[in-house]
């Protein structure tokens, strides 16, 4: 199968964060001590790892599955019309500081829909709205926080890895706010068993270091935004694209790594990877784990699904 020539793209945006997936000076394993760098000598060559994910992918039973699922490719929280309003509503929102005021309703006994423009629909599980404001509600620390009056089932739309789809979703309304914060109300899919086999950690990074989530799909799908991990002592990530007709295989290594210990802590950049057609249908694979690649909210790491 004809695929498009591998490329480097250019790094956005340079976000570092003190958490990540593994990565290193040049490669090798991390201890407390720093990260030890060893040859990339006799390691596997990164086009040749990407193709071979494409092609376990391409036509499997994996990928059949996986255009049967919901898998989000954006947030399945949507905040109020405008936004919120102060720096201290935001605030309570990022560290997840809620107070329920009032009670919330029973789970719903029904399924609900999953529907997408193409008429395509399935028949999912709704949560409760108790486990979906819990969703929300993840710290009880000190500090300012937004109150929930009430909670109602409706829809809201989500980016999937199917196009946008319309999805039952619990409307909170939140004091001194006109319209409700939304949160989905179904669960992502269960991904399928992998038709490839992740590599192991021994490869070194400057060759192949595993991704740390989708950060965003452009609006006209024509790039993908990730998460590339990298060290302390190397000039950062790169991301190469290998695009077949069923997939985008991307393939993260660190460059511009140095000889020697560098510092164990691990850093985090965005890059955007520019396509040569849009994403469409097409699942965006991880050469190194030879699995989808997870939306993860940015620049936490919590991930919409695994």
């Not at 201890?31 to 390691?43: K, W």
């Not at 999953?114 to 008429?119: D, I």
Request: contains cysteine; glycine residues 10%.
């Amino acid at each position: 199968m004809r695929t498009n020539i591998t490329r480097t793209v250019r790094l956005l945006a340079a976000l570092a964060v003190g958490a990540g997936a593994a990565a290193g000076c040049g490669g090798g394993k991390a201890d407390n001590g720093g990260v030890e760098v060893r040859s990339s000598e006799s390691a596997p060559q990164l086009g040749d790892r990407a193709r071979q994910v494409a092609d376990a992918w391409n036509g499997s039973k994996a990928a059949e599955v996986w255009h049967e699922g919901y898998y989000p490719l954006e947030a399945v929280v949507q905040l109020p019309e405008n936004g919120l309003r102060s720096t201290a509503d935001r605030s309570a929102y990022e560290t997840g500081n809620f107070d329920l005021r009032g009670e919330l309703p029973a789970a719903p006994r029904k399924a609900g829909r999953v529907a997408w423009k193409s008429g395509y629909s399935i028949t999912m599980q709704v949560m409760g709205a108790e486990k979906a404001y819990k969703a929300l509600d993840r710290d009880s620390s000190p500090g300012p926080r937004l109150t929930v009056t009430e909670a109602k089932l409706g829809e809201m739309t989500v980016g999937t890895s199917r196009g946008p789809a319309t999805v039952p979703a619990w409307l909170f309304t939140l004091d001194g706010y006109d319209t409700p914060l939304k949160r989905a109300a179904v669960s992502p899919s269960k991904l399928p068993e992998p038709p490839i086999k992740p590599l192991g950690q021994e490869v070194p990074t400057d060759v192949l270091a595993p991704l740390g989530g989708l950060a965003n799909v452009a609006q006209d799908s024509r790039s993908v935004t990730v998460a590339a991990t990298h060290g302390s002592c190397d000039n950062g990530p790169a991301v190469d694209a290998l695009e077949t007709s069923d997939s985008v295989v991307l393939s993260a290594s660190v460059v511009g790594s140095k000889d020697g210990n560098c510092p164990g802590a691990k850093l985090s950049e965005k890059v955007t990877v520019e396509l040569d057609r849009p994403v469409g249908n097409r699942i965006v694979l991880d050469a190194f784990t030879g699995r989808p690649v997870p939306y993860s909210e940015w620049p936490g790491a919590s991930q919409s699904w695994s």
